[in-house]
């Protein structure tokens, strides 16, 4: 399938490992011309140099931390117009209510939602005046079906998603379309960690965690990176012009709603 994606401009930040890293694979492979970002340049560096290797695209390494809007200034000075923004930012700490102080809450706030505020303030001029624009938010699957140890992941990106819904109804006359992302569990860090801190608690390996939690996948197994990828990939494609203010989840089948 022709994406007729090449010559256009993504930003992806959390582009050092991961979902992130994943995206900027999927989208350098289509020609896109990539700035990618996150808090650890040898990391990003390292991640860079893979894409390189891989497609013969070099992305720019813009090193920041998107949880503060000084950084993210920054980057608008650095990174200048882009046509496809991949807002991507780690999971807040796992955990139950009474076991959260408020400065958690704040933190949570600023990585993963205004985050995306943020970013999105950085980019929507740009598309409005070209009136083409695509934006794309990883959330989670707790924002359909919320994880009880994850109460400010599903927060806050619960608040993602009504802002990029919001977005959407907004900036659609201008040819941008805003969607949510949703990964169930991935093989990435983020899960390793969350498998670890489960394992602590109920006394159990890592291994059987990560085992429970496949076996409560209808596909049976834990998704790859490339495999949300993909869709990030799709969505910011001209063939998904029609497609806005959805949230889709990847997760093979964890989420039981039927919308």
């Known amino acids: 399938m ?17 979902l992130g890293a994943a995206a900027a694979m999927a989208l350098a492979e289509e020609g896109v011309e990539l700035f990618i970002n996150s808090r650890d340049e040898t990391r990003l560096r390292a991640a860079a140099q893979k894409i390189a290797e891989k497609t013969a695209i070099m992305p ?26 991949v807002s991507n930012a780690g999971g807040p700490v796992p955990g139950q209510f009474t076991d959260l102080p408020g400065e958690r809450w704040q933190e949570a706030a600023d990585l993963v939602l205004f985050s995306a505020v943020n970013l999105t303030r950085m980019v929507i001029d740009g598309m409005i005046e070209r009136r083409w624009g695509r934006l794309i938010y990883l ?43 949703c990964p169930g569990y991935t093989a990435t860090e983020r899960l390793a ?30 998704g790859k990176p490339e495999e949300l990828a993909a869709l990030i990939t799709f969505l910011a494609s001209e063939k998904a012009a029609y497609i806005t203010g959805t949230s889709i989840p990847v997760d093979g089948g964890a989420v039981r709603a039927l919308i």
């Open 193 to 222: 960690s969350l498998a670890a801190s489960r394992a602590a608690e109920g006394g159990v390996s890592v291994e059987s965690v990560l085992k429970g939690l496949a076996a409560d996948v209808p596909a049976g197994r834990i």
């Open 60 to 85: 720019v390494v813009c090193v920041g931390d998107v949880s503060r809007a000084g950084d993210i200034e920054r980057l608008d000075s650095q990174i200048g117009a882009v046509d496809i923004l």
């Open 2 to 18: 022709e994406l007729r994606l090449k010559g256009k401009k993504a930003l992806v930040t959390g582009a050092s490992a991961g």
């Open 139 to 181: 959330t989670s699957i707790g924002v359909l079906q919320p994880i009880n140890d994850l109460i400010l992941s599903n927060t806050y990106r619960s608040g993602v998603t009504g802002f990029c819904k919001t977005i959407s109804n907004n900036y659609a006359k201008y040819g941008i379309t805003a969607n949510c992302v």
